[in-house]
């Protein structure tokens, strides 16, 4: 994926963690479809490419119960260093990681009953490389939650565009910034900001469940 050097620092996991409450509720609802789709159940060892920080890793780890395994891979080792800090607070023992590039996956044969990514890689290609032949990528709709547009604008999504961005001269930079806030305003209430969005996931199991 080209964006992955804008992963690799401690910095932007420790921001990324931070903003794992938003997450849990804002991505409720996908996460779930994600997980039913691959059909995990328990005792299914599940592959978890771009796996971040890991908090699919830990639903997908309770879904699987103790019989069962998550492999949570990333390119960044700072993210998984906190998914696996997490995970050991939250007492979950079948849960390892793996640092390792999504376009270069290097696992053992029919090891996984099923993949996940969720809010990353939707490169079907390695889904499929990591041996499952039944693919779905979706983008499922959810609603975006901040305080406030300034708060979004602190956040990590904006971080990242941020790395983006400051291949821009700083007027041209400014100019974008003024157009993002000018888009985002509609969305601003008495809720704070409330957005439309959409969250980008991937599965591949051995037998299609479509939901
Ligand atoms: C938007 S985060 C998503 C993290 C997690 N899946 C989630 O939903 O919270 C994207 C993740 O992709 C990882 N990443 C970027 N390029 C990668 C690559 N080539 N191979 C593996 N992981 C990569 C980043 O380090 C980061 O953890």
């Known amino acids: 994926m080209p964006q992955s050097g804008l992963w690799s620092s401690s910095e932007m996991a420790e921001h ?7 997450r849990r509720q804002d991505f409720a609802e996908a996460t779930q479809r994600m997980l039913e789709s691959a059909g995990l159940g328990p005792g299914d060892h599940v592959l978890d490419i771009a796996a971040g920080t890991g908090d699919q890793s830990i639903l997908a780890a309770r879904r699987v119960g103790p019989g069962g395994s998550i492999l949570a891979t990333d390119i960044s080792a700072d993210m998984l260093g906190i998914a696996a800090r997490v995970a050991q607070q939250e007492g979950l023992t079948t849960i390892t990681t793996r640092v390792m590039d999504a376009q270069q ?3 053992e044969d029919n090891a996984f009953d099923a993949v996940i990514c969720r809010l990353a890689l939707i490169f079907e290609r390695e889904l499929t490389e990591a041996g499952f032949d039944e693919v779905i ?4 709709p959810f609603e975006s939650h901040y305080a406030s547009l300034d708060a979004f604008l602190q956040s990590t999504a904006s971080r990242l565009t941020a790395g983006v961005m400051g ?4 007027p041209e930079q400014q100019h974008l910034l003024g157009e993002v806030r000018q888009a ?3 969305f601003e209430g008495s ?8 969250l ?3 599965v591949g199991s051995k037998e299609m469940r479509l939901c």
């Open 167 to 170: 291949q821009l001269r700083k």
């Open 105 to 107: 996956l290097d696992l």
């Open 137 to 140: 990528t979706r983008a499922l």
């Open 16 to 22: 990324w963690q931070q903003d794992v409450e938003r």
């Open 184 to 186: 985002l305003s509609q």
């Open 191 to 198: 809720h704070g900001l409330v957005a439309p969005a959409e």
């Open 200 to 202: 980008l996931l991937g």
